[in-house]
């Protein structure tokens, strides 16, 4: 699974799995109610549904996570980049860095990166 999409609140919950995993779906849910305000049956119903999308391993009342955070924010960075700047990189960092100003360890950090993706 390459291209994850998770709305907000599958992130919130996928979040607090990152965090616990392997965790109780009963854990998940006492969590999910003093974060969210979520009752257990909304907790059950999305780990039932991202369960069938794939996401996550519901099974003997113990959650896993089958996408790892890092894939799930590569692919939303990736779909942010191409729908509000068209795929490019230097449009996304100008307006990132319009009215902010980056420390010395940021920029070495950033220009390392931008070192290591040169072809």
Request: contains cysteine; charged residues 35%.
């Amino acid at each position: 699974m390459t291209d994850v999409k998770l709305s907000e609140s599958e992130y919130r919950l996928m979040d607090v799995i990152w965090e616990k995993e392997p965790i109780s779906a009963m854990e998940l849910s006492g969590i999910c109610l003093e974060k969210y305000d979520w009752k257990k049956s909304t907790v059950y119903t999305m780990l039932k549904r991202m369960g069938e999308k794939g996401l996550l391993l519901f099974e003997n009342k113990k959650v896993e996570a089958l996408v790892e955070r890092d894939q799930v924010n590569k692919s939303e960075g990736e779909s942010l980049l191409h729908k509000a700047y068209g795929g490019s990189l230097p449009d996304f960092f100008a307006a990132f860095l319009q009215d902010r100003k980056l420390t010395k360890d940021e920029a070495e950090r950033l220009q390392k990166l931008i070192e290591e993706a040169k072809e």
